[in-house]
């Protein structure tokens, strides 16, 4: 079985900062992409940023310049350093892990139970 748990979600003023992280624990052999997603109230789950095992980053553009993805692939953890915070950036943060259970099989997606962010006065 594979878990996900994230930490370091809560309440911040805006322009200020937070750093979440998410490890992955369980029987894993190989971890590909691991990434951030967000859900608003009312709006759909959407990518904040993700890094391949290489290290390779893809960002969404309201958070280029703010937000920074960062893993340690020992540690089977992930990153997000959120910096200048915005009340927009209020949501559910959420952890994903593109990941290979056992050699020769199938790479499946999995999840964390999601931190809360809001930005607020």
């Known amino acids: 079985q594979v878990q996900l748990v994230e930490s370091g979600g809560g309440l911040v003023q805006p322009g200020g900062s937070l750093r979440l992280s998410c490890a992955a624990s369980?029987?894993?052999?190989?971890?590909?992409?691991m990434g951030w997603y967000r859900q608003a109230p009312g709006k759909q789950r959407e990518l904040v940023a993700s890094?391949?095992?290489?290290?390779?980053?893809n960002s969404q553009d309201s958070v280029k310049g703010r937000f920074t993805i960062s893993r340690d692939n020992a540690k089977n953890t992930v990153y997000l350093q959120m910096n200048s915070l915005k009340p927009e950036d209020t949501a559910v943060y959420y952890c994903?892990?593109?990941?290979?259970?056992?050699?020769?099989?199938?790479?499946?997606?999995?999840w964390g139970q999601g931190t809360q962010v809001t930005v607020s006065l």
């Open positions: 369980g029987s894993i052999f190989r971890i590909y992409t």
């Open positions: 890094i391949t095992s290489g290290g390779s980053t």
């Open positions: 994903n892990a593109h990941l290979v259970r056992d050699w020769g099989t199938a790479a499946e997606n999995y």
